[in-house]
């Protein structure tokens, strides 16, 4: 597609559930990135993908997120047994480049 | 980690004023970026400064990478209402190719 994009745009859930967070990067990027803006602050890292290379986790919070990326393209962020502190607005990214990231317009999550 | 340190955190100025935001880092960064954010949307990329000591010009927009390099500038001039926004810096470290954004300046334009 001619962006990045996310789904869905905005998600509630009930505390102790699991989400799933899709994007759905531009094509021919080989980088993702995911990232979390919680209310009135800056983008938090969560994680990286580049190419078929081991995927850089070091800003996951916790055991409870994890994310893969199939075949290249698609990426999904899973969230276990959501918290209140998990919401925020989810940020995904492509690149092809270093220089050249591309946001998503995210994933508002509310875990009441 | 590293931090960004932006400032002002807001600004509510008059349409047709000049704006100016800052960006400091207590680590060196090779690259400088700024971009601005619209409510409901991701961050768009405004400029980008890859070397110490670099201005460069957007349109409107002014922005410097500072000689030290851990700081930045980001000029406005003349601003309008579509420059309401949150605006971030944003830095690569070393060879790294994750970036570290800073908290934001909030611009709020009075017509």
């Known amino acids: 597609g001619a962006g990045v994009s996310q789904s869905p745009s905005n998600k509630v859930t009930e505390k102790g559930k699991d989400v799933e967070l899709r994007c759905d990067p531009i094509?021919?990027?080989?980088?993702l990135y995911w990232y979390r803006q919680s209310l009135g602050q800056g983008l938090e890292f969560l994680i990286y993908?580049?190419?078929?290379?081991?995927?850089?986790k070091s800003g996951l919070p916790s055991d409870r997120f994890s994310a893969e990326r199939t075949g290249g393209s698609v990426s999904t962020l899973t969230i276990q047994r959501t918290q209140q502190e998990d919401s925020a607005v989810y940020l995904c990214?492509?690149?092809?480049?270093?220089?050249?990231?591309?946001f998503g317009s995210g994933t508002r999550l509310t875990v009441v | 980690g590293q931090q960004l340190n932006q400032s002002p955190q807001s600004m509510f100025i008059q349409e047709g004023e000049d704006v100016s935001m800052n960006c400091t880092s207590s680590?060196?960064?090779?690259?400088w970026l700024w971009y601005k954010q619209d409510p409901g949307e991701g961050p768009v990329l405004l400029i980008a400064?890859?070397?110490?000591?670099e201005l460069t010009s957007n349109g409107r927009l002014t922005a410097q990478f500072g000689i030290t390099r851990k700081d930045s500038f980001l000029n406005i001039s003349a601003s309008i209402p579509s420059d309401v926004g949150i605006y971030f810096c944003?830095?690569?470290?070393?060879?790294?190719?994750?970036?570290?954004f800073g908290t934001g300046t909030q611009l709020k334009v009075e017509l």
């Open positions: 990214a492509s690149s092809w480049a270093a220089y050249g990231y591309t």
């Open positions: 993908f580049q190419g078929n290379s081991a995927p850089d």
């Open positions: 094509s021919g990027h080989t980088a």
């Open positions: 680590s060196i960064f090779n690259t």
């Open positions: 400064l890859y070397k110490a000591g």
């Open positions: 944003a830095g690569f470290t070393g060879g790294g190719n994750k970036l570290t």
